[in-house]
């Protein structure tokens, strides 16, 4: 038998959270009116199952090491941090939930705190220490801070506010939670990891596993458009591998190695890729100029936060693409051989500890994929470049 305290552990083990199969097995429960009240469930319980919002199994091997985690969202009151919030508010393994902006912040914590799930929620400005308040005792900083690109902005001129930002939040990181998983959303991605990276190593505490581009967007869109074209109802069951950076032609989807395997005819291929690459353009024209891809963003960012939750907590077998240092994970070396780049986007087996392995899809792309990925290695080379040039040699402010 074995004994969980109520509070912390609750939201787990709550009835309605498990399936009815799981439920009817003999949980027994015992509320003991005391001040450290119990729940009790028998040995013959091996797993719980879930529910949507997340599918941790509990098994004996967890007995009663699970703890719930502090999320932190930086970056909370934009368009893509709003929203991103809601669905980390809706976790059923977070228990903290902290908010960090320059503005806005309390409302948007306060307003999220009517929701009833288990998270705690409070917002946090740059006054009275708030970053250090936001981010002590993090398992898990997730980054959508920024601005999009705006009419009349050059690219140039978005990387120059952007890398200040996340700069400026990572080293708050390196300073007030080095050990949590770090997942990046502000862009360029394919600068800015980069810039997190640095900024981690100089201050002595850089782990390549908790370090993460998040690129599930562009996951996201392809598993959305090969479903529209194949007419598959649920887009969710197929898996399709995209790897490489995350804008424009770094973005190659490997089609050919979709799970389970997709006919697209040759005539809709070219189409198909450009649309996974240049995705957002579709979404700004949609909102004619008044807005990016902030709601979709916010999804595919839960999505990964959510997988990186699980695997901490020992969920087994779980895989997505994700923009990492590759020497600093198993398998990196030989894919960073191959590409001739040490950051890069493939699909990732994450663990208690991060990216537990880096999986090689490179060597198996076919020749279209194969061109695709040259052009990649082409801009790719020096978006990193630049973020790791911003750390070592900051602009004059």
């Not at 705190?113 to 970053?131: E, M, N, Q």
């Not at 850089?206 to 996951?219: E, N, R, W």
């Not at 649309?275 to 979709?296: I, M, N, P, Y």
Request: proline content about 7%.
């Amino acid at each position: 038998m074995y004994i969980l305290p109520v509070p912390r552990y609750w939201p787990v083990l709550h009835p309605t959270f498990l399936g009815p199969t799981e439920h009817a097995r003999g949980v027994q429960l015992l509320l003991q009116a005391t001040n450290s009240a119990f729940i009790l469930f028998t040995d013959s319980l091996s797993s719980i199952a879930s529910s949507q919002t997340t599918s941790l199994k509990l098994t004996s091997t967890h007995k009663n090491h699970i703890k719930m985690v502090k999320a932190v969202v930086a970056g909370a009151s934009g368009g893509i941090g709003q929203p991103l919030s809601l669905l980390l508010k809706n976790c059923q393994l977070v228990d903290e939930l902290a908010l960090y902006d320059v503005v806005n912040t309390p409302g948007v914590a306060a307003d999220l705190s009517h929701i009833s799930t288990p998270a705690i929620v409070k917002g946090y400005l740059p006054k009275d220490d708030g970053l250090k308040g936001a981010l002590t005792g993090a398992d898990i900083v997730v980054i959508p801070a920024g601005i999009p690109r705006k009419p009349g902005m050059t690219r140039d001129d978005l990387f120059k506010i952007n890398a200040g930002i996340v700069k400026g939040l990572i080293e708050g990181v390196a300073e007030y939670c080095p050990k949590a998983f770090v997942l990046v959303i502000s862009n360029p991605v394919n600068s800015t990891v980069p810039i997190a990276a640095e900024v981690l190593k100089k201050a002595g505490v850089f782990d390549p596993k908790k370090l993460f581009g998040v690129t599930t967007l562009d996951v996201v869109r392809a598993e959305t458009f090969v479903a529209e074209i194949t007419g598959e109802k649920n887009p969710g069951k197929l898996y399709i591998p995209v790897i490489g950076g995350h804008s424009g032609e770094t973005i190659v989807p490997l089609f050919s190695q979709s799970k389970p395997s997709v006919n697209i005819p040759a005539e809709k291929m070219d189409a198909l890729v450009k649309r996974v690459q240049f995705g957002g353009d579709e979404v700004v024209e949609a909102k004619e100029g008044a807005g990016s891809a902030t709601l979709s963003m916010a999804y595919a960012g839960y999505r990964f936060a959510e997988k990186v939750i699980k695997a901490s907590k020992g969920e087994k077998g779980i895989v997505e693409p994700s923009f990492v240092y590759l020497p600093g994970v198993q398998g990196g070396d030989a894919i960073a051989k191959a590409t001739g780049t040490e950051f890069f986007s493939v699909p990732i087996e994450l663990g208690p500890n991060g990216a537990e392995k880096a999986i090689d899809v490179v060597s198996s792309a076919n020749d279209h994929e194969k061109t695709l990925l040259k052009a990649c290695y082409d801009g790719l080379s020096g978006n990193i470049s630049k973020g790791i040039e911003f750390v070592a040699n900051p602009p004059s402010k």
